[in-house]
T-cell receptor
């Protein structure tokens, strides 16, 4: 069974640019969550999608957005990049929330 | 007070010993508790989850939950050098919290031969 696939693995962007990250969940998983991981703040919840609907959102500015497609694949977008957006962005999928989430390998974003 | 706090590390134990990792949480409505392991440069990997008070065992790992004390722990028996990693405690908040897990800052465990 394929795991959670995130693309690209690495990205380098310039301040002010925008970026789109992609996540394909495990087959059959309809819930997809996004997290940001930094050395200072640790893992922080960005948002969660289920059946193409955003059900929950973390405490991040509106520059961070996402969407989910009918095949459960999800994308997140960060506009007007800032240096502080440099982080590992992790996508996680679940069949049932209570059983925990399986994380993808992440996208390492560096903003210069 | 942080929502999820883990015992400060790093924690160093000899091979074959029991490693004890602790976590406290502030939301009394929390229902689900998870332990993840993260190797350097890798993504978190789910080790165990627990919902009910008491112990839950899976191989060399035992999770313990005490909701009255708002405390969850992970014991690793017969620790191996391959267990050296950062261990993350995660809590699913109570109420409507779809998809959200609140993570502790992690405890770095080193198992030395």
């Amino acid at each position: 069974k394929a795991g959670v696939t995130q693309t690209p693995r690495y990205l380098i962007k310039t301040r002010g640019q925008q970026v789109t990250l992609s996540c394909s969940p495990i087959s059959g998983h309809r819930s997809v969550s996004w997290y940001q991981q930094t050395p200072g703040q640790g893992l922080q919840f960005l948002f969660e999608y289920f059946s193409e609907t955003q059900r929950n959102k973390g405490n991040f500015p509106g520059r961070f957005s996402g969407r989910q497609f009918s095949n459960s694949r999800s994308e997140m977008n960060v506009s007007t990049l800032e240096l502080g957006d440099s982080a590992l962005y992790l996508c996680a999928s679940s069949f049932r929330t209570g059983n925990g989430y399986t994380f993808g390998s992440g996208t390492r974003l560096t903003v210069v | 007070q942080k929502e999820v706090e883990q015992n400060s590390g790093p924690l160093s134990v000899p091979e074959g010993a029991i490693a004890s990792l602790n976590c406290t949480y502030s939301d009394r409505g929390s229902q689900s508790f998870f332990w993840y392991r993260q190797y350097s440069g890798k993504s978190p990997e789910l080790i165990m989850f627990i919902y009910s008070n008491g112990d839950k065992e899976d191989g060399r790992f035992t999770a313990q939950l005490n909701k009255a004390s708002q405390y969850v722990s992970l014991l690793i028996r017969d620790s191996q050098p391959s267990d050296s990693a950062t261990y993350l405690c995660a809590v699913k908040p109570g109420g409507t919290s779809y998809g959200k897990l609140t993570f502790g800052q992690g405890t770095i465990l080193t198992v030395h031969p």
